[in-house]
């Protein structure tokens, strides 16, 4: 089984600031690494796919890259509404989360 | 608009069993692989079963393996998780989640409890 990793676990910043958080799979998952931001008593929500595309509807200030087995998501300029918890997930061989990174305030 | 609707939640006790439900609307579910993802109460997001589109091909997580049957009713469209020998580490909220690579539409999920 592919086990993903994220860091931090937990960010705290202030709206405006830049956020990065860091995925790590333990193989290579090539591109198939998708980003979810859940906030509290919501389902998760698909941001990224392809370990960089944008799903419908998210704003430009996500970002993703990477490939292989590291991978970042980049929130240019922190939105009051961001402040939540954010999973990786491979989907090249079954589907495996990583733990989540927290970012809060 | 794409909609995912789970039902059949609720509070169970250890070995017994449960049915999920998952309705689909505002797409074309005969094409889409659907799949069930749980998460436990302040963890994290586990991967639970996944169906081909015609349901001929039926995936699970090990930690239900033998336990858990996943099944599609297209004419329905509707999915389902038959989950049995219910044990108290299956308390966890079930999301239906529609598989296009990645996971690009969930449900809004439905608690399942686990206890005596």
């Known amino acids: 089984e592919i086990v993903m990793t994220q860091s931090p676990a937990t960010l705290s910043l202030s709206p405006g600031e830049r956020a990065t958080l860091s995925c790590r799979a333990s193989?290579?998952?090539?591109?198939?690494l998708a980003w979810y931001q859940q906030k509290p008593g919501q389902a998760p929500r698909l941001l990224i796919y392809g370990a960089s595309t944008r799903a419908t509807g998210i704003p430009a200030r996500f970002s993703g890259s990477g490939s292989g087995t590291e991978f970042t998501l980049t929130i240019s300029s922190l939105q009051s509404e961001d402040f939540a918890v954010y999973y990786c997930q491979q989907y090249n061989s079954r589907f495996t989360f990583g733990p989540g990174t927290k970012v809060d305030i | 608009e794409v909609q995912l609707v789970e039902s059949g939640g609720g509070l169970v006790q250890p070995g017994g069993s449960l049915r999920l439900s998952c309705s689909a609307s505002g797409f074309s579910f005969s094409t889409y692989a659907m799949h069930w993802v749980r998460q436990a109460p302040g963890k994290g997001l586990e991967y639970v079963s996944a169906?081909?589109?015609?349901?001929?091909?039926?995936y699970y997580a090990d930690s239900v393996t033998g336990r858990f049957t996943i099944s599609r009713d297209n004419s329905k469209n509707t999915l389902y998780l038959q989950m049995s020998s219910l044990r108290a580490e299956d308390t966890a909220v079930y999301y239906c989640?529609?598989?296009?690579?990645?996971?690009?539409?969930w449900g809004q999920g439905t608690l399942v409890t686990v206890s005596s």
């Open positions: 169906i081909s589109s015609d349901g001929h091909s039926t």
């Open positions: 989640v529609r598989r296009f690579g990645a996971y690009d539409y």
């Open positions: 193989q290579s998952v090539s591109s198939n």
